[in-house]
């Protein structure tokens, strides 16, 4: 069964820092999608990509963060300057389209730790 | 705004009995939701969806009811089974993101 890839599994990164999280979405998915989970808490819309563009994007994805299709199947999320309260799971998703009725693929997610 | 919310962050319920988790919403012209299910490192994993034409779907020992006129639905989960133990989200799909509730732990008591 196709899955949605994120590597790494764990990362931990110094306050300051800048860190890339990489997501290797189903191949034939055009939608692509990151959410965060902070420890215990509900999970949060980020930012939602399409056709290299960003289509929409939460309150939370300010200056600090932006996305990247750097090639054909590679979707990257990069957090610059990294705070302690960025410490959280990030998980990538895609769908073969967007609208209604279709469904979206979760990674296992990576654990960022900002120490 | 959106949102999406669970009646209760915890629920436990003996094996072999029914589990049902409530949900609440507040945007009337949401039209399309989602069940997810969440095991302990993992990420959400679909279980069953329903559009607001409907009031009911049933899956494999799952079923969702949706009652948009107190803006209500629920994931009722037949003969609850060990490996049924996870957080569990309700969440509206819009055009291009899913807004997802807070979640219900379901635990099972053997």
């Known amino acids: 069964e196709p899955e949605v890839t994120q590597t790494p599994s764990h990362q931990v990164t110094q306050m300051g820092q800048e860190v890339i999280l990489r997501c290797v979405p189903i191949?034939?998915?055009?939608?692509f999608y990151w959410y965060r989970q902070i420890l215990g808490q509900k999970v949060e819309f980020l930012v939602s990509f399409y056709n290299n563009e960003i289509s929409e994007k939460s309150e939370i994805f300010d200056d600090q963060f932006s996305v990247e299709r750097p090639d054909g199947s590679n979707f990257t999320l990069k957090i610059r300057s990294t705070k302690l309260e960025d410490s959280a799971m990030y998980f990538c998703?895609?769908?073969?389209?967007?609208?209604?009725?279709?469904?979206?693929?979760f990674g296992q997610g990576t654990r960022l730790t900002v120490v | 705004g959106e949102s999406v919310g669970l009646h209760l962050p915890t629920l436990s319920v003996q094996e072999g009995d029914n589990s049902i988790i409530n949900c609440a919403y507040s945007n009337s012209a949401s039209d399309y939701f989602i069940w997810y299910k969440q095991e302990s490192g993992k990420g959400p994993q679909f279980i069953i969806d329903?559009?607001?034409?409907?009031d009911k779907r049933q899956g494999q020992r799952v079923t969702v009811l949706l009652n948009k006129t107190v803006k209500h639905l629920s994931l009722q989960i037949a003969a609850t089974q060990p490996g049924d133990s996870a957080v569990y989200f309700c969440a509206e799909k819009s055009a291009s993101k899913i807004i997802f509730g807070s979640g219900t732990r379901l635990s099972i008591r053997p």
């Open positions: 329903i559009r607001s034409n409907m």
């Open positions: 191949s034939n998915h055009l939608y």
């Open positions: 998703a895609s769908s073969e389209r967007t609208g209604g009725e279709t469904e979206a693929f």
